[in-house]
């Protein structure tokens, strides 16, 4: 047994330092078809002066360290060598204090995001970020990896959502920044650095986040548009309508809807496969009687003004259910195609249209068979794509990268909207930021770690 | 002359470089009754490629810069000594691109905050940070300062509209990062670095702003509640009613508007001087006869509840300007008193009453005769407080500070939302951040203005 791992053990006993052998048997990612955790030791502090502590033992011994939350990440920023150790939160899992008043609610960063929905749930309030991994996905990792999800078109992304931040930094020193306010411009707002840095600045313990008073009605449907150009008119006509009711603008593209309601799917088509767009719309709100009457109108007077071509309301929970599972049931690609390569990207709504039949063509001259999947946040401006083109080795997935990344940089576009940039996209950094940009990113870095221990390898490129 | 004013002029030339005598003649602030600008030289870069060379020489000269804006900061963040050199951003005022498409327009640093809302209103769009200081302030300082005002309720505040920045390093590295994208996770968001920095870690010379659709109907009433419960009660109602059409909700304490309401005054009061609270409230829309009928229904459900006591409409623009008059045209005061001490403070709405009746008493114990005048953004948190006791000594200044500032702490609340720290709330900061925080504060100074030539002796205490 290594030195540091004794030492961790002597320090915090056998509970809370899981030896490589014990780490082996649990998963190492949630995604990824990867075999067990292949690390140096897994630590499982209990409060943040654990994590504080074992801090300062790996800063003394340089020692390289992984921040573990519910391991859902998909570019690999929780990997982990066998030479590392990973620091899981998931004993850190309390939701502190719930305070109605001022709509604020204070976690540890091992609570599930589920958990924390229906936790503020019974308590009459909503926590906003939702996303597909929410049953496993820590509110930590959410946090270091500035998650979107389906309802960033009301509420914000997670950046927004975050009022004040414990980080642990590189040293162990405990950064307690748990303001509750609106606005505070007492000094620099330091838990922006936190947010969106995938754990290579600081180990987040705990969070003050936003709540709201929880809807009451929700209104779904799903439309079907006869262009890309209808789609946007439909968002700007939908924020007009529904005003700050509108919470989720989803478009999903012909293909991708074909195969979610075609055999062997369980979901029927609720529209015709025949239309180029179809948009998987809702509207939160808080009065029965009234949401319902103007989001049935505002289908209507779409529908009158041939602004779209078909559209199905979700009458109940199991509509609801069969609406949302064909947007959100992705994993099913994997049963179809294998294997699929997934990208996140960020455009301009108005390069979005252009850009898509740009690589659809680009991928079909070099693999005429090949699969491209497209839906995503559309009133974000925010795709995900899966491609399937039969092949699976690294030249393979670098080439479509390229061929899906490229275009972004001439027109503003971001490599990652969401995803962030973990292992696999750090060689494609340099498209979607400056050299000068990147080498700020390094100074901070540099100032916040200078040993260079947190989730080390991760998003800086070489 | 000096060896480094010498050296700017044959670079840049006289009509970019002003010397102390020349600068002596220009006003150091639109806020304080201060003397001429005391300072080695007044630099005017007309280019980011300008101020980029000025700091690469200030860099190798070890030489301290102050960014100048608007100079409306009441915190004297702008404030310059004889050896420092100030350089202002006022020629680089062009609005750069104006994307009505994508909802963003690009501008530089010294655009005025006014010419950019006129700007941007003719082609139909809304930039919705609004504050009283419009006419003169700058977008780079809007910025620098993470600037509130009227609308954040709505709208968010300056951190919430800015996309993207251009900003020049003290070494005078150019870091452009001039985002588009909403959503963009593409390593750390830099940008959040700068805004609210107040120009200690960079000079802000370009920014990416986000743009809404010019409201086409604004309603908007003078309300009168009877206790500060109802006036929250009040606010949810409207936040309910109104959904995100509610834009501004000033509260106003009896006190400020019987003063503003009564001679010398040229206001008269919109309702009677009776009641303990008045609230300013203002919903913007696009639905001209919808959001008249809405508000007004809104406003007879609050009367026939009883929620609010009474109530005026503004009709038209002269009493738009009346009613905005009131709560805006707060220079009135120093005309009835002097000296008149301002203070801008942030804590939870649930605090908000038994905080004021505290230090309202605190203040009559020390001066019998002293003057407490409250108002503020009360949905964002945000108050400011006008405190006069006759007295202008720094001594007594720095009593009131105590006063106000001490029983934030325990509470969570800040001793500033919007005006931020500059000279004047040094001393104070350790009530709102903990020791950890200001140090790491001091790491990420030190490690962008290694020489500590940026705006030295600003936010950071001693």
Chains 1, 2 share one sequence.
């Not at 999947?373 to 039969?390: A, Q, R, T």
């Not at 940039?421 to 979607?432: A, D, F, N, V």
């Amino acid at each position: 047994m290594s030195d540091i791992v004794e030492r961790l053990i002597d320090t915090f006993g056998k509970s809370c330092v899981l030896t490589p052998e014990e780490a082996s048997t649990r998963v190492a990612s949630h995604w990824k078809q990867s075999g067990g955790l292949n690390c140096l030791a897994l630590l499982l502090p209990e409060t943040t002066e654990d994590v504080s502590k074992m801090l300062q033992i790996c800063h003394e011994f340089h020692q390289p360290v992984v921040p573990h939350g519910g391991l859902t990440n998909v570019v690999g920023a929780a990997d982990t060598h066998p030479n590392e150790i990973a620091l899981s939160l998931e004993r850190m899992n309390q939701v502190e204090q719930i305070d109605v008043v001022n709509k604020t609610v204070t976690v540890q960063a091992g609570v599930i995001l589920q958990q924390l929905q229906d936790n503020v749930a019974t308590h009459g309030q909503l926590f906003s970020l939702d996303l597909g991994a929410k049953g496993s996905c820590m509110i930590g990792g959410n946090i270091a990896s500035n998650a979107g999800g389906l309802q960033a078109l009301r509420y914000g992304v997670m950046r927004n959502l975050v009022l004040g931040l414990e980080v642990v930094l590189a040293d162990g020193t405990v950064v307690s920044s748990l303001n509750k306010l609106m606005k505070n411009n007492a000094g620099y707002d330091l838990k922006q650095l936190f947010i969106g840095s995938e754990g290579t600045l600081g180990i987040i313990t705990r969070a003050v986040l936003k709540l709201e008073e929880r809807p009451k009605t929700r209104n779904t449907a799903f439309i079907a548009v006869d262009s890309f150009e209808k789609a946007n008119d439909l968002l700007l006509a939908a924020k007009a309508s529904l005003k700050n009711g509108l919470t989720s603008f989803e478009l999903l593209w012909q293909d991708y809807y074909q195969l979610m309601t075609s055999k062997p799917s369980l979901f029927s088509p609720p529209l015709p496969q025949t239309y180029p767009f179809y948009v998987l719309l809702e509207s939160l709100g808080y009065d029965a009687e009234k949401d319902k009457t103007q989001f049935e109108e505002f289908l209507e007077h779409c529908l009158i003004t041939e602004l779209i071509d078909d559209a199905a309301m979700a009458q109940a929970k199991k509509e609801l259910d069969w609406f949302w599972g064909i947007r959100e049931n992705v994993e099913f690609i994997f049963s179809i195609h294998r294997p699929v390569f997934l990208f996140d990207i960020s455009l301009a709504i108005s390069d979005m249209d252009a850009y898509i039949k740009t690589i659809r063509s680009e991928l079909q001259s070099v693999w005429p068979d090949v699969h491209l999947y497209v839906f995503g946040h559309m009133g974000d401006g925010n795709l995900h794509l899966f491609v399937s083109c039969g092949e699976d080795d690294q030249p393979t997935k670098h080439r479509i990268e390229e061929l899906l990344y490229k275009p972004l940089q001439p027109i503003g576009g971001s490599i990652t909207g969401e995803h962030g940039i973990g292992l696999e996209k750090k060689p494609w950094l340099y498209l979607s930021r400056t050299s000068e940009e990147i080498a700020l990113m390094r100074t901070i870095k540099k100032a916040l770690d200078p040993r260079g221990i947190l989730n080390p390898g991760k998003l800086l490129p070489e």
